[in-house]
Nanobody, 123 residues
Framework: QADLMESGGGTVQAGGSLRLTCQASALTYLTHCMGWFRQAPGKERQGIANTGPDNKTNYADSVQGRFIVSRDNVKNTISLEMNSLKPEDTAIYYC?????????????????WGQGTQVTVSS
């Protein structure tokens, strides 16, 4: 029903892996940079990764080497593969989109948002 729909959240033990998927409309997928953000209680929303129609990717330092963002051009989906998860990764994860280029991981530059999905990493 929403323009962007996240799925795949849940609870995982520290050191485990989890895969999130964002379903977009075809028009949004083809014309927007797609990004992943997260927000923990009492914390500001943080940009963690993005990717555009050119398939180039950008990552925040906090997830570099652990998380992988990828595109499926047939299904119009963006995925976030999260590995070596830590308790500090616990947050609500959001999919977002901005026109046009992936020039920023600042939340204020993204105009379209999903509802979020909870990721909890336990010790």
């Amino acid at each position: 029903q929403a323009d962007l729909m996240e799925s795949g959240g849940g609870t995982v033990q520290a050191g485990g892996s989890l895969r999130l998927t964002c379903q977009a409309s075809a028009l949004t997928y083809l014309t927007h940079c797609m990004g992943w953000f997260r927000q923990a209680p009492g914390k500001e929303r943080q940009g963690i990764a993005n990717t555009g129609p050119d398939n180039k990717t950008n990552y925040a330092d906090s997830v570099q080497g652990r998380f992988i963002v990828s595109r499926d051009n047939v299904k119009n989906t963006i995925s976030l593969e999260m590995n070596s998860l830590k308790p500090e990764d616990t947050a609500i994860y959001y999919c977002a989109a901005r026109k046009w280029a992936c020039v920023s991981l600042e939340a204020d530059s993204y105009n379209l948002w999903g509802q979020g999905t909870q990721v909890t990493v336990s010790s």
